[in-house]
Each structure stands twice: as C-alpha cells, then as structure tokens.
Nanobody
C-alpha cells in the first residue's frame, strides 16, 4: 500500500521554472531517503537529485546542479523538486522514488518504491 504520487509537471518555456511535488503514503516517511529520477524517450533512466531522511544531505547530477533544488517536508510526507532555468534537454518524465535511510545511492535499480511519473516538457 505504499504510494508515491508526483504532481506539478507541465509545459514551460526554455528558461522557465517548475516545482514538482511527491506525496508519500503507506510508509514512515522519515525512515526513507528520497530521490528524483527522469527518463526521456529512447534514453535510460537517470539520476537527478536525492535527499537524506532528515534533509541534511542533498546530492545532484552535474547536469542540474545549480538549477534544481530538492527539499522535503517530513510533517507533510512530501518531497519537492524546484527546477529553475529549465532547458529543452530537461524534458522527460520525472519520477519520485524512496529508499531505506541506511542506503546511499544514485542507482535507480536500488530504490524501493516509485511513483507513476509526471511529464515535464520544455519548449525551445
């Protein structure tokens, strides 16, 4: 009964901003590190950002560093991805994922739970 539900995707212009949200249920949210991944058509799923169970540690892919910010609100069981200065190459389906707090990884294969994804389209 674990569920991760992404929202906030849509169409934005090159250079625009978007904030994604991921609402979690069916798990003790603070026991999990959280991550965002993305997948474009014909491409492998790639790591975007991760955040530790407490929010004290964050990690970003080089391609988004300085433009994206991951955060979490444990009281709301929600993780966010603020995306600024969006580029056409950022267009993808973005997935929220959860992994036990003892695990530190950017490999999607190791994550335990996944949302359904939300589409981000960036016009050029």
């Amino acid at each position: 009964q674990v569920q991760l539900v992404e929202s906030g995707g849509g169409l934005v212009q090159d250079g625009g901003s978007l904030r994604l949200s991921c609402a979690a249920s069916g798990l003790i949210f603070s026991n999990f590190n959280m991550g965002w991944f993305r997948q474009a058509p014909g491409r492998e799923r790639e790591f975007v950002a991760r955040i530790s169970w407490s929010g004290s540690t964050t990690e970003y892919a080089d391609s988004v560093k300085g433009r994206f910010t991951i955060s979490r609100a444990n009281a709301k069981n929600t993780v966010y991805l603020q995306m600024n200065s969006l580029k056409p190459e950022d267009a993808a389906v973005y997935y929220c994922s959860a992994i036990r707090w003892t695990m530190t990884t950017t490999r999607w294969e190791n994550y335990d739970y996944w949302g359904q994804g939300t589409q981000v389209t960036v016009s050029s």
